[in-house]
């Protein structure tokens, strides 16, 4: 790699020095094996490998770094920001403290653990679907819950077409965002005067599929 790196560097020199001059058989070598320097050079791949991590980062959980963009699998960070977007909506959930919103609420908590696994094929269109529908039905009438609703309709979308591509760390970035609009959504609610509407939760199920 060095031997390569000092003909690309021998070749740059002849280009910006004109009274640098080759002739003949030396000349006709050296530019064959610069030319086959500098593509090889180009053509090495990018490393793959996890770096490791140490200190502070360790300390937080991050023990590993994937320096490829696009490959597949949550880093140790993604995994970190679920843990916490885990933790921030069981206690919107506990705040929320309500019978109607509350299986919703449980529904979409528990599809956390499942990015966070990598387990992108349990999570089920129509489930999600019917989860969204619920909180629609719910924020009917208020005219800021019913934007909230909205949102967090537009981030269960996000988070099926990750699933759907099996693109592990996109889903786990649309989880992390769809969690904090449905903490937001809790805390509010808690925080609110609203009428409870009747309607049917019972068709949620209360886990998705195992």
């Known amino acids: 790699r060095l031997r390569q790196m000092l003909l690309v560097s021998l070749a740059v020199v002849f280009a910006v020095q004109p009274g640098v001059q080759l002739r003949g058989a030396s000349r006709k070598v050296v530019l064959q094996h610069t030319a086959a320097a500098a593509f090889s050079l180009l053509s090495v791949p990018r490393c793959h490998a996890d770096e490791p991590f140490s200190g502070s ?5 991050i023990t590993s770094n994937s320096i490829a963009l696009g490959s597949k699998g949550i880093s140790a960070y993604e995994k970190l920001k679920v843990d916490g977007a885990i933790k921030d909506l069981a206690e ?13 609420l449980n529904y979409f908590a528990a599809l956390l653990p499942l990015v966070k696994e990598e387990k992108l094929d349990r999570i089920e269109e129509k489930s999600i679907q019917l989860a969204v529908d619920n909180l629609v039905a719910l924020a009917s009438g208020n005219e800021s819950f019913e934007g909230q609703a909205a949102s967090i309709g537009k981030r269960s979308a996000t988070l099926l077409g990750a699933c759907k591509k099996g693109d592990e760390g996109g889903a786990a970035l649309a989880v992390v965002k769809l969690a ?21 939760t019972g068709s949620i199920p209360l886990m998705p599929r195992q």
């Open 92 to 104: 919107a959930v506990a705040a929320a403290n309500d019978a109607k919103l509350t299986p919703t």
């Open 57 to 61: 980062y360790a300390k937080q959980g």
């Open 180 to 200: 904090t609009e449905l903490a937001d959504f809790a805390f509010g609610w808690a925080s609110s005067d609203r009428p409870l509407k009747a309607i049917d």
